[in-house]
């Protein structure tokens, strides 16, 4: 059974959570998109891990995790997790596979987004600063250097000769930033060639053998559907496909092969960066919610904004991606509100608005339409059983189900995978 994972808000829904989960019963977990950028938080018998390449499976000691080849990879990054997780007593080897056909994030991709990031002012994206749309930009302009150039030493030799030589012009200037050295990246990335050879595979081959061995398979998406390049809240996106499609491209299995697609949002909303967000709280309320869950970047720690949570990004999400089921997480951050809204539509200029729009500056002018409901002031995080939920957090879920016209299959009520309702 191949199952994709993705996260049906503006990211940071909890899937590493949820992958984990699902991941004691997997034999295969491929990460498909996306980079470093990412950042999927697991706690497993009290520990905390934070993987931001690594496919969220790894805490399963009998289960292979693939990064794919829609992956950009920033190896000095994934050397990092590879060394926590050896302290944490994580054991890798015979597990990890890397894709050969993963392009790779460069120092000079980094320095260009920093760059662009700083020079775009008022309108800037708000992205981390990863180098990750810089490396799909190369990707695409056919100039990409991939995880099997770092076992061709001359061949990477003269393709980062060549890219830096392009990038310092736009450097000097455009940017009028200081050049790049290409010596000291072509020894840094020899060498992680040297390192990382013991993972590098030909990862595509060994997904259409799981697929044809009838193997579990779980695909995890990063950032989440409204972020995705093409159907996202364009241009506040992220560089590659998010939502379901994006499973299949980046992983190389193919889209009939896939059986099941699991969308996870927060019972609430938040997104990270720049961007419209009509369910944005006032100050004082998003600071009050913020702390509650907690809700700084896995990644970059940057303070995420917090809203009520809205039906209609979801209700989107979830048609765009074909959406089976939803896993709702942080249920037990509004435990103790006294009143919830739910945002069920939009009014634009008077009128509803009959779908979820495409242009940006009418999603920002937009009203959202609320419904509200009695909070149910009772702590959740110890609830293991749907039935022993408050009476007004079941009817909070059902409407969610109603609104969205998705069945819920799981509730996560904290941090911890033993943390998690399921729903009969």
């Known amino acids: 059974m191949v199952t994709v994972i993705l996260g049906c808000q503006w990211g940071d829904e909890g899937k590493g959570k949820i992958v984990d989960v699902l991941a004691q019963h997997a034999d295969v977990v491929v990460r498909f998109q996306g980079g470093a950028n990412a950042g999927h938080t697991v ?21 292979a995790c693939v990064i794919g080849h829609g992956v950009v990879l920033d190896p000095a990054s994934l050397l990092e997790e590879i060394q926590l997780l050896a302290k944490l007593g994580t054991d890798l080897k015979g597990r990890l596979l890397i894709s050969n056909r993963a392009h790779l994030v460069m120092p000079y991709h980094k320095t260009l987004d920093q760059a662009k990031e700083l020079a775009g002012g008022d309108k800037k994206i708000g992205t981390t600063g990863r180098g990750i749309g810089p490396a799909y930009t190369d990707k695409a302009s056919r100039v990409g250097i991939r995880v099997l150039d770092l076992l061709e030493p001359e061949r990477l030799k003269d393709k980062i000769t060549k890219n830096i030589s392009s990038v310092n012009q736009i450097l000097e200037h455009i940017y009028h930033a200081p050049r790049i050295e290409a010596q000291g990246v072509i020894a840094e990335y020899l060498a992680y060639g040297k390192t990382l050879a013991p993972y590098i595979a030909d990862a595509e081959s060994y997904l259409v053998q799981a697929v044809r061995d009838k193997k579990n398979i779980i695909l995890e998406g990063a950032q989440g559907s409204l972020l995705d390049i093409d159907i996202g809240t364009y241009p506040y996106v992220t560089s590659s496909n998010t939502t379901a499609g994006g499973s299949s491209t980046g992983s190389g299995i193919a889209p009939r092969k896939i059986d099941k697609v699991i969308g996870v949002v927060k019972a609430y909303t938040t997104r990270v960066g720049e961007g419209p967000f009509p369910t944005e709280l006032p100050e004082a309320e998003g600071n009050a919610l913020r702390e509650q869950g907690k809700e700084f970047g896995a990644t ?12 209609a990004v979801v209700r989107f999400a979830a048609e765009v991606n074909g959406a089976d089921e939803l896993v709702i997480t942080k249920l037990d951050v509004l435990d103790n509100l006294p009143k919830i809204k739910i945002c069920t539509g939009y009014a634009y200029r008077g009128k509803p608005l009959p779908h979820f729009p495409a242009d940006m500056e009418v999603l920002s002018e ?20 749907w039935s022993n939920l408050p009476q007004a957090a079941q009817n909070y879920l059902h409407r969610l189900e109603e609104l969205v016209g998705v069945r819920i299959g799981m509730v996560s009520v904290g941090p911890d995978r033993a943390q998690i309702i399921t729903k009969k």
């Open 366 to 385: 937009v009203q959202p339409i609320y419904e509200e409901f009695p909070g149910w002031q009772a702590k959740t995080s110890s609830v293991t059983e």
């Open 300 to 311: 970059t720690g940057r303070p995420r904004r917090c809203g009520w949570f809205d039906a």
């Open 43 to 63: 706690v497993a018998d009290g520990t905390q891990y934070v993987l931001h390449l690594i496919p969220s499976g790894i805490l399963n000691p009998k289960t």
